[in-house]
């Protein structure tokens, strides 16, 4: 997509940046602005910002609980209730979380064990930008890699992610306690996708399966039609 501007924001311990980046590039043709998470300001006219997986600040203090704090987060924060995108895998989800930006909360997996594998998804939300490149209810395969996982929220916040269809992405099978299964949920207003598993890594055959890519291009896509 000609003019795609993204961003890909790397912690102190953020180890999916590259990956992120790479998939972003692949699918969009333009390489994303790669933003330090001590950067105050995030680049202007950004069409979409991506929190990659890794262990930020060491997980020293909770999962993300310290790069929710950064100087760029800030900027974020702005950027995502001014609509622009943002998706958070992994490490990225659990700073959302405790960023505000998203419900909930992740904690140690159920078997206290780091979990690193191929798991099946269900779709469960396929009106978002993020999604809308999937069929409704298919089952999609897509790479783990995790040791605090398990999304918990209180049974209302969960009754009300269920109701308003903000469940984007559900475990087909026992991973790591989260609560309803939940892999992915959104914003109320849909522009911020937090996830566990890590569609960057399957976006190429040779990789082992290419079920994460249509989330790259649904955003793209979407985001095209919007500056149509």
Known sequence: MAGFRAAVVTFPGSNCDRDMAVALEKVSGTAPIRVWHGDADLPDRLDF????GGFS???YLRSGAMAANSPV???VKAAAER????LGVCNGFQVLTEAGLLPGALMRNAGQNFICRTVALGVENTQSLFTSGYENGATVHIPVAHHDGNYFADDATL???EGEGRVAFRYLEAVNGSQRQIAGILNEAGNVLGMMPHPERAIEQDHGGTDGRALFESAVRALAGATA
């Open 49 to 52: 910002i991506a929190l990659p």
């Open 57 to 59: 600040y060491g997980d």
């Open 73 to 75: 987060m800030r900027s």
């Open 83 to 86: 609509g622009v995108p943002v």
């Open 159 to 161: 009754d009300r992610l």
